[in-house]
């Protein structure tokens, strides 16, 4: 849990001059202080920033976010600030801690995984997948290049047939 703090601390200033939001999911009650600290401070100084957001997914479980997301949205329907008709897809997603962000278009999974983790389970749904072998250490340049041009020459469905757009 130092590494956030020697990467914020390194990389901030630079942050910073490219304009990039720096956000967190996760239970941040979960971390160290010294990891919550440099967390808070990169996530204040930069909330104003409108370019690029650098998400930090630390102490986070997509099974334990859909729960928390449900449980939310139960309490409302409970109370009667939600009704059980406006539960739907666009309801639920309100409640997640992507809420604020476009679902992701590609997922580079690196080291010879081909599995989720537990990592964004319910955002990830028409998202493309792009493996690789190589060590997230030695991820590059031309390895991040090598995955976008193959995401390129990909025909996104969206769940639908071949040639229809995302509704």
Same mark, same amino acid.
């Given at each position: ?34 990891? +919550? ?19 930090? /997914? ?6 334990? #976010?859909?729960? +928390? /997301? ?12 939600? !009704? ?9 997603? +309100?409640?997640?801690?992507? !809420? /604020? ?9 690196? !080291? ?8 964004? %389970? ?18 590059? #340049?031309?390895?991040?290049?090598? /995955? ?12 639908? %047939? ?6």
């Amino acid at each position: 849990m130092s590494l956030p703090e020697k990467f914020l601390t390194s990389f901030l200033p630079e942050l910073m001059e490219r304009n990039i939001k720096v956000i967190m999911m996760g239970n941040k009650d979960g971390l160290p202080k010294h990891t +919550q600290n440099v967390l808070n401070d990169a996530i204040e100084k930069t909330k104003y920033n409108t370019g690029l957001i650098l998400n930090f /997914a630390m102490n986070y479980g997509s099974r334990d #976010e859909i729960v +928390q /997301a449900m449980k939310v949205i139960l309490t409302n329907v409970n109370d009667g600030k939600l !009704s059980i008709d406006e539960v739907d897809e666009f309801t639920v997603n +309100q409640y997640l801690m992507t !809420s /604020a962000l476009p679902e992701p278009d590609l997922l580079i999974r690196t !080291s010879g995984e081909v599995r989720l983790s537990n990592f964004m %389970l319910w955002q990830l749904a028409y998202t493309e997948f792009w493996f690789t072998e190589t060590l997230w250490p030695d991820f590059d #340049e031309p390895t991040f290049l090598e /995955a976008i041009h193959a995401y390129q020459k990909r025909n996104r469905r969206y769940g639908g %047939l071949k040639g229809e757009g995302k509704n």
